[in-house]
């Protein structure tokens, strides 16, 4: 079995600066982060559907356990990419003006 990998909840180092005003970059930053939590939520919830329809019931450490196959680490990663894309539409729209 795979070690569990733990990342850092708060990233180091300057923030990035996105837009011309502080405080949208700060809106931007919120943004984004949310969109990584809703992310990784909607990747669990996708593991607990997936198990759901191997067996009737399932643990917490079947949850914490579970090795997705490559089509669903592909399939997953399309999603997020989506997500991204709909999340930055209107950003990417107003830099094509």
């Known amino acids: 079995m795979n ?10 180092g300057k923030k990035p ?3 011309d005003d502080r405080s949208i970059d ?3 930053a919120m943004i984004m982060t949310l ?4 992310s990784v939520l909607r990747d669990r919830l996708d593991t607990i559907e997936h ?3 191997e ?3 399932i643990s917490l450490e079947d949850i914490d356990t579970f090795e997705p196959s490559d089509d669903l680490v592909e399939q997953r990663k399309e999603r ?3 997500l991204l894309k709909r999340v930055l539409l209107p950003i990417e ?3 094509e003006k």
Do not use: G, H, S
Request: hydrophobic share 45%; aromatic share 4%; proline share 3%.
């Open 3 to 12: 070690a569990k990998i733990e990342l850092p909840r708060i990233a180091k």
């Open 17 to 19: 600066i996105y837009l």
């Open 26 to 28: 700060n809106l931007m």
């Open 35 to 38: 969109t990584q939590e809703i």
């Open 51 to 53: 198990l759901l329809a």
């Open 55 to 57: 067996k009737k019931t």
């Open 80 to 82: 997020r990419q989506l």
């Open 93 to 95: 729209k107003d830099l």
